[in-house]
């Protein structure tokens, strides 16, 4: 891996792709007795958060104890002919006919998703295992997953007046696979089981610099931007990216503010990587919460908003794009 200069090897060891067009700094890490982490949580910036232990009941979870325990119901495994993992909601492909999924969802037992991942060779289809937690799983996982550090997760949710927690995604992935650039309207602490991961966050405000797709298209909430090859004379603002970057290891827990943008990697040294999210609703903002100017967290909601209203108004969402360029150019620019 050294002798490819797409990739770099950071002070500590770990492989990842390298960006040098993109400036960041690094995300604040904090040790979890730090009093510190209420202000990031409520300034809503991104923070890591040290020997928490909030999923150490996880620790175990490795491909034998999950192939024992985690239930022969199939899981929810993706597949890529790329190093590429980007999202995309297929019940959307109608309103873009010429959309190429660029991975695809399969269904598989815990059984065939190992087998898989054992016999992977270079140059194969990549897999990510990508599946909701739900009460489908065996009793010693929900024993585990019940000795997660609820308390401190419920004391978050209340001081910060979150709304519920509306699910935790476990991820099991090769070293090397990417989710590009994308932002979730969900407030995320996202906890490192076993491996590393190489996150980049941006805040909501680089909107413009990200491009995200259209609200109708499948890839809504991904930016069209491709870190590995960025197109500068479609996406000129891309230039202008800052943002922070740090790697998550084991015991590590990032808190993914909402709206913010991330681009996860896991790292081409690490054997294989195990992640669990907490996604959480954001507070309810009451209008008396509402302060002038909008932060972007609100104008990207109020953005969504007017691109889900025009596709009504309008009775076709093919037609938002002609409608807002005939409302914008030559009037607003
Ligand atoms: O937790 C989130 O918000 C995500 O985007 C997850 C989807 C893929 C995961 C990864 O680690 O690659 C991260
Ligand atoms: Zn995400």
Known sequence: MMDDERFMTDSDGRIYRRYDDIKTKPIQRLNYDSREINRFIKKQEPVIIENLGLVDSATKWDLEYLHENIGNEEKSVYVSKTHKFMYYNASRCAVYPDFIPPNEQHNMTMTEFIRKYRTWKPGEHRIYFQQILTD?????????????????????????????????????????NVTPVHYDEQQNFFAQVHGYKRVLLFDP??????????????????????????????????????????????????Y?????WHYIESTMDSQITTSINFWYKHQSMTLSDLRFPLKWQQKLTVSRNIEKMLGEALGDPSEVGPFLNALVNGRYT
């Open 136 to 176: 489908t799983v065996g009793s010693c996982i929900y024993n585990d997953f019940r000795n997660f550090k609820w308390s401190w997760l419920n004391s978050k949710k209340e001081r910060f007046n979150w709304g519920d927690l509306t699910s935790n995604l476990l991820l099991i992935g090769q070293p090397g």
């Open 205 to 254: 405000k680089f909107f413009q610099c990200l491009y995200p797709y259209p609200f109708h298209h499948p890839c809504d909430r991904q930016s069209q931007v491709d870190f590995e090859n960025p197109d500068y004379e479609r996406f000129p603002l891309a230039k202008h990216l800052a943002g922070y970057e740090g790697v998550v290891g084991p015991g590590d827990v990032l």
């Open 256 to 260: 993914i503010p909402m709206c913010w």
